[in-house]
């Protein structure tokens, strides 16, 4: 959706999330367009869903709009493979360790995978000390990225005294709170750059 047809508070630069009764709602800017991303229940996306989610009264009222183009598309699950390599295979990316959206963190990693592969590939002991050490290295960095992307998942789809809860957490810490939990997930290791 072009940016200028969006209300002001939609324009922001940064990376915006709306939390409600078991659903959130991310948007920010890419170029003169707004990406956005609503998740919520398969239950709750029968016909007319944005009218009854987004009514009249709220700030995401704008978002009830026929020139929008949802595209409906099931969360993969937060999972680590066991093992990362076989003899001369190695796995990366999403076969690795998929993870649902919630931090926006699959394809960072994935080519955090791919530089820390790199690095290794001209290892003195050959491609399978290499692959030992690449898996070795990102299973332990990315296993926790994940874990902290099923647990947002989790926080953000609360509904009813436990998402009451939550949000009056989040107001009490401000955005440090946010900084803090994001800050290993936003770090990248500075030998891979």
């Given at each position: 959706m072009p940016l200028a047809d969006m209300p002001a508070h939609f324009a922001l630069a940064e990376s915006n999330l709306w939390l409600g009764r078991g659903v959130h709602v991310v948007h920010?800017?890419?170029?003169?367009?707004l990406n956005l991303v609503v998740t919520l229940p398969a239950t709750r996306t029968g016909d007319g869903w944005q009218a009854r989610l987004f009514g009249a009264s709220s700030p995401?009222?704008?978002?009830?709009?026929?020139?929008?183009?949802?595209?409906?598309?099931?969360?993969?699950?937060?999972?680590?493979?066991?093992?990362?390599?076989?003899?001369?295979?190695?796995?990366?990316?999403?076969?690795?360790?998929?993870?649902?959206?919630?931090?926006?963190?699959?394809?960072g990693q994935g080519l955090q995978d791919a530089a820390c592969l790199g690095q290794h590939l001209?290892?003195?002991?050959?491609?399978e000390?290499?692959?030992?050490?690449?898996?070795?290295?990102?299973?332990?960095?990315?296993?926790?990225?994940?874990?902290?992307?099923?647990?947002?998942?989790?926080?953000?789809g609360l509904s009813g005294p436990a998402a009451h809860l939550r949000d009056m957490v989040l107001n009490a810490g401000g955005p440090r709170l946010m900084q803090n939990w994001l800050a290993e997930v936003w770090s990248a290791d500075p030998s891979l750059a």
């Open positions: 920010y800017p890419i170029g003169e367009m995401l009222a704008a978002l009830v709009d026929e020139r929008i183009e949802w595209v409906r598309t099931p969360l993969p699950v937060a999972a680590t493979a066991g093992c990362w390599r076989r003899g001369r295979v190695v796995l990366a990316g999403d076969a690795a360790h998929s993870m649902p959206p919630h931090l926006a963190q699959g394809a001209g290892h003195e002991d050959g491609i000390a290499a692959f030992t050490l690449y898996a070795r290295e990102r299973a332990a960095a990315v296993s926790r990225i994940v874990q902290k992307a099923d647990i947002s998942g989790r926080i953000m």
